[in-house]
């Protein structure tokens, strides 16, 4: 097998690379210092060999910077599913697979390990010269991994324990929801390898806005929801921005939030050691060890609950369990005759707090929310509306109305809006 279509054993390795490269980086091979250039090297082949087709590059005077370039108008499938179809394999557990599943190739043939082993070493292995030799340990492993995935029941009859296939699951006819499941849903990784099992078929899909980095943290995600399946609690291992190495954390994952606007995923968590609820990026977290059950799961989740209504993001403001700083926005806007529409949006888009009618021309959206900083973004979509603003937190406030100020002067205008 070449360099090039090298399977892979250590997938966060992988991750790493592709995130610090061809998600949040630009960089040139000379810029990234955390592993040797021979690595570099090692990596980039292996991901043009998924993405060739989508990279690019740009000459700086630092270097050549490689990226991917994705139109998702174009584009039937997400591919960063190819990284997670590169598991590498051993010959033994390739080998071992084959002759499971060949033994117990029904769903009505049920037998012991001492009687798998002896039908694979008659059936199998006795005509090699060197044949491979399974120990009953081994196979009770991977017959243990198997059952976990739920492809082998095991079933006990008095002292014996016996293993059968799982019966096959039909796979529906409908392609749309399961193209729609692939590209959409959290770990849509899972409609794609069922989609390569499939007949192929014409793309009947195609996406406005569609968010592909996420497949990359499908791992991440699917341990979390175990754990918050179970409610228990993990550690976490969370890479920061400002820290060249990444720190452990026990933390009880509550909920994993989406944005509809970026696709960014925030696991929603309490932390112990500080006692609150905070958020934490899903692609800076690697490493999810899964611990006990937590007797405080329920509650910390209602708390979670209680905490909706004041969140206009993923921000609480670390503030400690059962505390509430809440910071006040309101702000008033004009609407002309034959602008309903922009009424509505207000009511669409609003997250949280209300909407007031002030007079026939004049509404007033009020909210408390725990970071009024995570609002603004919105805020600004109704600039040229605003007739009156009050923020508690004066420091947003004033930087809101200086970033106005410094659009004025870009465009050669006073505060009035003349030339």
């Avoid at 995570?374 to 009156?388: A, G, K, L, S, Y």
Wanted: with cysteine; aromatic share 12%.
């Amino acid at each position: 097998m070449s360099a090039y279509t090298e399977l892979i054993k250590n997938f966060e390795r992988t991750r790493a690379y592709m995130r610090e490269f061809y998600v949040y980086g630009f960089k040139s091979r000379d810029g990234y210092d955390k592993k040797s250039a021979r690595s570099y090297d090692d990596e980039r082949r292996r991901m043009e060999s998924w993405l060739a087709e989508h990279m690019s590059f740009v000459r700086t005077p630092e270097g050549k910077n490689v990226f991917i370039s994705i139109d998702s108008r174009t584009s039937e499938h997400n591919p960063f599913y190819k990284a997670w179809k590169s598991k590498s394999f051993t010959d033994g557990d390739i080998t071992l697979h084959f002759i499971l599943f060949d033994i117990l190739h029904d769903p009505t043939v049920a037998l012991t390990i001492p009687e798998i082993l002896e039908l694979a070493d008659e059936r199998y292995l006795s005509c090699f010269e060197e044949p491979m030799m399974f120990d009953e340990s081994t196979v009770r492993k991977k017959l243990k991994e198997y059952a976990e995935e739920g492809l082998i029941l095991p079933e006990k009859q008095g002292r014996r324990m016996l293993y059968r296939r799982a019966p096959d699951t039909p796979l529906p006819a409908a392609h749309e929801w399961l193209d729609f499941y692939a590209e959409i849903a959290p770990c849509g990784v899972i409609g794609s390898f069922i989609h390569d099992k499939r007949e192929p078929h014409p793309a009947v899909l195609s996406f406005k806005h569609h968010y592909m980095t996420g497949a990359m943290d499908s791992g991440v995600m699917a341990a979390l929801f175990t754990a918050m399946g179970e409610k228990r609690a993990v550690t976490v291992s969370n890479l920061s921005r400002r820290a060249d190495e990444p720190r452990r954390n026990r933390i009880i994952p509550l909920r994993i939030y989406i944005s509809v606007q970026n696709g960014r995923q925030h696991l929603i968590a309490y932390q112990p050691d500080f006692n609150c609820i905070k958020s934490f990026r899903l692609d800076y977290l690697s490493a999810v060890r899964l611990e006990d059950v937590s007797p405080r799961f329920d509650e910390l989740r209602a708390e979670l609950d209680r905490m909706e209504p004041y969140m206009w993001g993923v921000t609480s403001r670390r503030n400690k369990l059962g505390e509430d700083r809440l910071e006040h926005v309101e702000f008033i806007i004009r609407v002309d005759a034959g602008e309903e529409h922009i009424v509505r949006r207000l009511e669409r888009e609003k997250r949280v707090g209300r909407v007031e009618r002030v007079d026939d021309t004049h509404y007033r959206f009020v909210a408390d929310v725990y970071d009024t900083g995570e609002m603004v973004p919105w805020i600004r979509t109704f600039i040229c509306r605003i007739t009156q603003m009050n923020f508690s937190n004066r420091t947003v406030e004033n930087k809101f109305k200086a970033d106005v100020d410094a659009m004025y002067c870009l465009y050669g205008l006073d505060k009035e809006g003349e030339a």
